[in-house]
């Protein structure tokens, strides 16, 4: 989540001339928020017309148990790493919230990015990994269902900047006419 933050930066790649070309924004805005969901929109304040390419949302509801995913990130700084793994469970609920239960390695710089499908479709967004002794492949995503009611609502998670630590807008009540 990017709460407390008070300086993002996205970085993006790109296909260039000669090979990868690496391009850091740093005039971010955050659009909304829900810490409880633990996500966020940015928008990257390009000063041009600057079109990014997007990726498709799949349905995180059409998972099953032993299909192929792929996570994309940084973890510990090494960009453009993928990870492979399966679905363990479309539906494991902790600590009251749902998540796609995942065999792929999430490690610190890889979680808030996409778990993809083999179709090339983000299906969850990767967040957590339980650390234990003896423990390993315990991988946890937000289910894309999830994220598209966030997304589909983002008005109601609009960031007030006035109050980082909201992520919610809340709307005045209404004037009661009797004095």
Do not use: C
Not at 5 to 29: A, H, L, P, Y
Not at 75 to 87: A, C, F
Not at 95 to 119: A, E, R, V
């Amino acid at each position: 989540m990017i709460a407390g933050e008070s300086e993002i930066t996205v970085t993006v790649f790109g296909q260039g001339n000669k090979g990868m070309d690496k391009k850091t924004w740093g005039n971010v805005r955050i659009v909304a928020a829900n810490a409880e969901m633990d996500l966020a929109l940015l928008k990257i304040e390009t000063g041009d017309k600057t079109r990014f390419p997007t990726v498709p949302l799949g349905a995180s509801d059409d998972l099953r148990q032993g299909m192929p995913v792929f996570a994309i990130g940084a973890p510990l700084g090494l960009e453009r790493t993928v990870s492979q793994g399966i679905i363990s469970l479309k539906n494991r609920v902790e600590d009251g919230h749902i998540f796609i239960q995942t065999t792929t390695q999430i490690n610190p710089g890889n979680s808030g990015g996409p778990l993809f499908n083999l179709k090339g479709e983000v299906v969850g967004v990767n967040n957590m990994k339980i650390v234990s002794p003896g423990a390993e492949g315990l991988g946890f995503a937000i289910p894309s269902d999830i994220l598209k009611l966030f997304l589909h609502n983002r008005e109601a998670f609009a960031f007030d900047p006035a109050n980082p630590n909201s992520g919610f807008r809340y709307n005045r009540p209404p004037r009661s006419n009797s004095k």
